[in-house]
């Protein structure tokens, strides 16, 4: 009868899949304190739990009849199994009716049945106290698993969200030793192949062997640390296979404990190759979509420069090709005649020259960067040194210069500066008419600097005007006039170089302007200087 009901109990219990718990990260202990921790204690604390009930089931037995004894003992039954497991709860249900036998069936303290019906109230008890005691113990191992399977997740969707982040292999490798290692309690090595498909190490790591990361990327297989071919390895290699191919190798190294064999561990860690394998395929493909931009990008500035160039380059050729086939029929030439058209030939020559200039300055702007050669210098001075070169392109027009006397020095590299304008009142001569007036202002507001260059002419063909400081844009891009959209690219390289900024506005009802924000600093002490 016994054994039925423990069979019973089994079969109860042992319904359905089995809920034990496992955790990602175990502590490696000894055996004999894992048999104590997981058998000795429980059985202990149940032990003392049941003796416990029995004295409460002495006091109350003068109050209640020996039917609602049973109930106490099966309610601590199920206490049991609730917070001490199956063993537990069983060897509770053992301990409970022998409780009840020894001390409230007559003859009393003794295990002997006076009366045969108990043997039916004792195999029923014990089974009843088996079967809900299983069952409690169960429902209590699916509570468990249920909190670790939410670990589990959350662990991955942090995981997941941190790799969606990363848009470097660096930043998956520093995730993987950072965020990974942690979660299974092992050293983690992340496998890499570089340009020539040869693996590397993302990290340094010396617990990493190189063959058998090899064989793993080969054959996009599992080895090392209890798989085969390698199973004697210290370290477990995994490869993370993504959907196009294998992206690297993970390499998992049990230091003070194993590395994790658990199926539900197993799961997890096949989960975080799957999420690491898709992040380096992620990163590698916007790797490939930028080198395509670079290349395609390259190409059209490329076609732009030529189709630009080719153009204005041709046309002062041409012209100083013309003026000195001119010259070389000098009779057929006026009095005067010549010095014109040398004045022509050294204008063409100036335009090409200034054309060759912008376009190597940007060049080397955007490959170098700008170097900046900062000294203090009054504005003033350098307003009238740009207008001075600017006299020829502004000859005719009415131009005036409107700067405060009290204006602080600024620290800038002068030339680049007097570069900044010159190219202003250059575009203001071109696009302006001839009869527009042109006017240099400056105003200070704070710590900033305003520089203003504007022209009373047609203005700006569109509203948004940020597109004429990219290299190559034109406003009037089927305009015959000279340029092929350089001198305003390489003012705002200078500009931002002096950690100022430039925009172009519109202004009412006709005009443009170009507007110069530049940071203004402490200038030195001129006075302290020269006394000393």
Request: glycine share 6%.
């Given at each position: 009868m016994l054994r039925a009901c423990a069979a019973l109990a089994d079969r109860i219990a042992g319904a359905g899949p089995d809920p034990r718990p496992t955790l990602a990260v175990r502590e490696a202990r000894p055996r004999t304190h894992v048999w104590v921790s997981q058998y000795a204690v429980p059985l202990l604390l149940a032990t003392l739990v049941c003796a416990l009930?029995?004295?409460?089931?002495?006091?109350?037995?003068?109050?209640?009849?020996?039917?609602?004894?049973?109930?106490?003992?099966?309610?601590?039954?199920?206490?049991?199994?609730?917070?001490?497991?199956r063993l537990a709860g069983a060897w509770a249900a053992f301990v409970c009716v022998g409780c009840f036998d020894f001390f409230f069936v007559e003859p009393r303290l003794s295990f002997a049945v006076s009366d045969t019906q108990y043997v039916f109230t004792f195999a029923l008890m014990l089974a009843v106290a088996l079967a809900i005691g299983q069952l409690a113990a169960?429902?209590?191992?699916?509570?468990?698993?249920?909190?670790?399977?939410?670990?589990?997740?959350?662990?991955?969707?942090?995981?997941?969200?941190?790799?969606?982040?990363?848009?470097?292999?660096?930043?998956?490798?520093?995730?993987?030793?950072?965020?990974?290692?942690?979660?299974?309690?092992?050293?983690?090595?992340?496998?890499?192949?570089?340009?020539?498909?040869?693996?590397?190490?993302?990290?340094?790591?010396?617990?990493?062997?190189?063959?058998?990361?090899?064989?793993?990327?080969?054959?996009?297989?599992?080895?090392?640390?209890?798989?085969?071919?390698?199973?004697?390895?210290?370290?477990?290699?995994?490869?993370?296979k993504a959907p196009m191919r294998v992206r690297g190798v993970l390499v998992l190294f049990?230091?003070?404990?194993?590395?994790?064999?658990?199926?539900?561990?197993?799961?997890?860690?096949?989960?975080?190759?799957?999420?690491?394998?898709?992040?380096?395929?992620r990163v590698h493909y916007v790797g490939v979509a930028q080198h395509t931009l670079v290349r395609i990008e390259g190409e059209r500035l490329r076609n732009a420069l030529l189709a630009a160039v080719s153009h204005d380059l041709k046309t002062p050729l041409t012209a100083i090709r013309g003026l000195a086939e001119t010259l070389e029929r000098p009779e057929r030439l006026a009095d005067g005649q010549p010095a014109a058209l040398a004045h022509g030939i050294r204008n063409q020559a100036e335009a090409l020259h200034g054309l060759v200039v912008n376009l190597l300055d940007l060049a080397r702007m955007?490959?170098?960067?700008?170097?900046?050669?900062?000294?203090?210098?009054?504005?003033?001075?350098i307003v009238g040194s740009a207008l001075a070169h600017s006299a020829g392109v502004l000859a005719g027009r009415d131009v005036s210069a409107?700067?405060?006397?009290?204006?602080?020095?600024?620290?800038?590299?002068?030339?680049?500066?007097?570069?900044?304008?010159?190219?202003?009142?250059?575009?203001?001569?071109?696009?302006?008419?001839?009869?527009?007036?042109?006017?240099?202002?400056?105003?200070?507001?704070?710590?900033?600097?305003?520089v203003f260059v504007e022209d009373?002419?047609?203005?700006?063909?569109?509203?948004?005007t940020e597109p004429l400081f990219e290299p190559f844009e034109r406003e009037r891009k089927e305009s015959s006039i000279s340029g092929v959209g350089l001198g305003l690219a390489l003012c705002r390289?200078?500009?931002?170089?002096?950690?100022?900024?430039?925009?172009?506005?519109?202004?009412?009802?006709?005009?443009?302007?170009?507007?110069?924000?530049?940071?203004?600093?402490?200038?030195?002490?001129?006075?302290?200087?020269?006394?000393?």
């Open positions: 009930a029995t004295l409460a089931a002495s006091a109350l037995l003068r109050v209640f009849d020996l039917s609602n004894v049973v109930m106490l003992f099966l309610m601590t039954v199920v206490l049991i199994a609730l917070r001490l497991g169960r429902l209590r191992a699916e509570a468990r698993a249920a909190r670790a399977n939410e670990k589990r997740s959350a662990a991955l969707a942090r995981v997941a969200h941190d790799l969606s982040a990363a848009i470097e292999t660096e930043q998956i490798a520093s995730i993987c030793t950072g965020t990974i290692a942690p979660l299974l309690g092992v050293r983690v090595a992340l496998v890499l192949p570089d340009a020539d498909d040869h693996l590397m190490p993302a990290q340094h790591a010396r617990f990493v062997e190189a063959p058998i990361a090899r064989w793993v990327h080969e054959n996009a297989r599992g080895a090392g640390c209890g798989l085969p071919p390698f199973e004697h390895a210290a370290a477990q290699y995994l490869p993370l049990g230091d003070a404990q194993p590395v994790p064999t658990d199926p539900d561990d197993r799961r997890l860690i096949d989960a975080l190759c799957s999420s690491v394998a898709m992040a380096l395929e955007q490959s170098e960067g700008v170097r900046l050669n900062r000294e203090w210098h009054m504005l003033d001075e409107d700067l405060p006397a009290d204006l602080p020095l600024i620290d800038v590299d002068a030339l680049l500066i007097e570069r900044v304008l010159m190219n202003l009142l250059d575009n203001a001569s071109k696009y302006a008419g001839t009869d527009a007036a042109v006017a240099v202002r400056a105003r200070v507001f704070g710590e900033t600097l305003y009373d002419g047609p203005g700006f063909v569109a509203r948004n390289s200078i500009v931002n170089a002096h950690g100022g900024s430039i925009r172009a506005v519109p202004l009412d009802p006709h005009g443009a302007r170009f507007e110069i924000r530049l940071p203004l600093g402490a200038p030195p002490d001129i006075e302290h200087e020269s006394r000393t």
